[in-house]
């Protein structure tokens, strides 16, 4: 049988970071959906909710921010079960803990991984969802 390709939206402001994460997990066999921030992202979710796989998930980001974002994914019923990776520079334990509280999965700190160890987690995310 043949796998399916699995497909991760990237929500990220800052571009550079974005196309290092979108090239690492494309060399890794993901298809890889952009956006800028959480109103791009939801927009997706609209759009293709039945065909991603997990959601990377910056916090600070104009227009919608990761929380908000991350909030009303998870009140939805459509996207509800859709894995949330929180990936942001937002190293301390209030943000974590609000995070995971709203049903974040990961909550991973951009300057303390390499773009391969971020690769890992999605990874081992997607696979524990299979």
Aim: no cysteine; glycine share 4%.
């Amino acid at each position: 049988m043949e796998q399916k390709i699995k497909t991760v939206l990237i929500v990220e402001d800052e571009e550079d970071l974005r196309e290092i994460y979108s090239r690492a997990l494309t060399v890794n066999g993901y298809e890889v959906l952009q956006a800028t921030n959480g109103i791009e992202a939801l927009e997706w979710l609209e759009r293709k909710s039945e065909k991603i796989d997990l959601i990377l998930l910056d916090i600070v980001m104009p227009g919608m921010d990761g929380f908000e974002a991350l909030e009303k994914i998870k009140k939805n019923e459509k996207y509800e079960k859709i894995p949330v990776l929180v990936s942001t520079n937002l190293d301390n334990d209030d943000d974590r803990r609000q995070a995971l509280g709203m049903g974040a999965k990961e909550y991973f700190v951009k300057s303390q991984h390499t773009p391969s160890e971020l690769v890992a987690k999605v990874s081992a995310v997607v696979k524990e969802r299979e």
